[in-house]
């Protein structure tokens, strides 16, 4: 997700195209190309410039309702939504061909992974394995952290508590984590709501849940997740 504005000027996007199965979008101000992954103007009289990001997350409705009892829905274009059905559209979408410059084939062209970039660093964690190993712990850019699944919602978060690392266990029967050291409970949204650190809030780290193939063209030396166990409290 990004903002609209360069340099105080707010633009209007559309849909030019595709460029490796990855939309590139016009801005009616400049004609200028935009790619929908990085953000970046590819094309045109901006061309290099980059739209600033939006943090955000891909989280169920049931989630993000718990979470924004409050919060507000946008209603659908009733023109553009009668064109597109409620269908299983992973299952459509794995018919059709993968049409991609990339050669990369550590994974599967469409495997599902969250990918993650720390400092500079990038990783790819197969979703599987995110669900599956819930949490993992690793380290990525020289910063500790956290990857927490809720079903096929996916949060990540720096594991920093004044200035150490904590260690973080699945709590058995709940979507909370508890760490090691102190004993606190720790729910989704990376906040601690019982023990020793009830109050704290850890440091969100943006997740991009996307298909290898996509993940891989615009992060090129990207690494993978391959180690773990799941990570339960007896």
């Not at 990339?102 to 992974?113: K, P």
């Given at each position: ?11 209007h ?9 990855n ?50 829905v ?27 410059r ?12 969250a ?8 990783k ?17 850019g020289?910063?500790?952290i956290v ?32 760490d090691?050291?102190t004993?606190s409970e ?14 704290r809030?850890?440091?969100r ?30």
């Open positions: 997700m990004w903002e609209t504005t360069i340099d105080g000027r707010t633009l996007f559309h849909l030019a195209g595709i460029n490796n199965q939309f590139i979008m016009h801005d009616e101000e400049t004609g200028s190309w935009w790619q929908q992954v990085s953000g970046q103007a590819i094309l045109g009289p901006l061309k290099g410039r980059q739209l600033t990001r939006v943090p955000m997350d891909e989280i169920s409705f049931a989630l993000w309702k718990r979470e924004q009892p409050r919060g507000r946008l209603r659908p274009d009733p023109r553009v939504a009668k064109h597109y059905a409620h269908a299983d559209w992973e299952a459509g979408i794995a018919k059709l061909p993968v049409a991609t990339i050669s990369d084939r550590r994974l599967a062209f469409r495997e599902l992974i990918g993650i970039t720390v400092n500079g660093r990038s790819a964690y197969r979703m599987t394995d995110v669900q599956s190993q819930n949490p993992i712990i690793d380290t990525v020289g910063v500790p990857i927490v699944a809720n079903g096929q919602s996916v949060r990540a978060f720096s594991r920093m508590v004044d200035g150490k690392p904590i260690d973080l266990f699945a709590e058995p029967e709940t979507t909370s984590f508890v090691a050291s004993g720790w729910d989704f949204a990376g906040r601690a709501i019982r023990g020793a650190l009830a109050g809030q850890l440091q780290i943006e997740v991009l849940r996307d298909y290898w193939f996509d993940w891989r063209a615009y992060h090129p030396d990207t690494s993978i997740y391959s180690a773990g166990l799941m990570r339960q409290r007896s």
